[in-house]
T-cell receptor
């Protein structure tokens, strides 16, 4: 079984500053993937970043990076140089390698102030 | 390159009725998963289809059923609708082979309201 917990229901950041969203997970899978998805008010779920659990190096995608702590089962998302378009609900998710099922956290609403 | 498409966008039904939602996967994808997202919550996995077979199922009753067609498109059927079935239904597609094989791409969703 997999569980994903996001302990921050809401976060806010000033434009151009940095914010970190937290996520912890638990899984019985020996190999798995972790994801951050963004869901703006338009509802379309968009993949932000992906981390393979077997890789020690933290994934980065432009302004987005993760801090993956496997032993602590922690997977936080850092957004640098925040932009107004980053405002959305962010979901942390985990998935095994055998099937495509994703387990999502409850989400964190990110507000970006100009 | 067309992404994942879903129809209809919105749907209003009454309790006890039946509904069918449709999904076309992203080009090149062969696997479709369905999720239910209640307002303000994270998506919950319903089931996944590959090669026209249900591969995995979440904790949903048998009122929820699905189908995958030879062209990889999929339907989600919900019978005997309950008020609690009101939610955003998301379809996601992926390809179970090749690089980034389990990266799921989501459609815009179908908003179902049960009155």
């Amino acid at each position: 079984a997999q569980t994903v917990t996001q302990s921050q229901p809401e976060m806010s950041v000033q434009e151009a500053e940095t914010v970190t969203l937290s996520c912890t997970y638990d899984t019985s899978e020996s190999d798995y993937y972790l994801f951050w998805y963004k869901q703006p008010p338009s509802r379309q779920m968009i993949l932000v970043i992906r981390q393979e659990a077997y890789k020690q190096q933290n994934a980065t995608e432009n302004r987005f990076s993760v801090n993956f702590q496997k032993a602590a089962k922690s997977f936080s998302l850092k957004i640098s140089d925040s932009q107004l378009g980053d405002a959305a609900m962010y979901f942390c998710a985990s998935g095994g390698t055998s099937y495509g099922k994703l387990t999502f956290g409850q989400g964190t609403i990110l507000t970006v102030h100009p | 390159d067309a992404g994942v498409t879903q129809s209809p966008t919105h749907l209003i039904k009454t309790r006890g009725q039946q509904v069918t939602l449709r999904c076309s996967p992203k080009s090149g994808h062969d696997t479709v998963s369905w999720y239910q997202q209640a307002l303000g919550q994270g998506p919950q996995f319903i089931f996944q289809y590959y090669e026209e077979e249900e591969r995995q199922r979440g904790n949903f009753p048998d009122r929820f059923s699905g189908h995958q067609f030879p062209n990889y498109s999929s339907e989600l059927n919900v019978n005997a609708l309950l008020l609690g079935d009101s939610a955003l239904y998301l379809c996601a597609s992926t390809r179970l082979a090749g690089p980034r094989y389990n990266e799921q791409f989501f459609g815009p969703g179908t908003r179902l309201t049960v009155l």
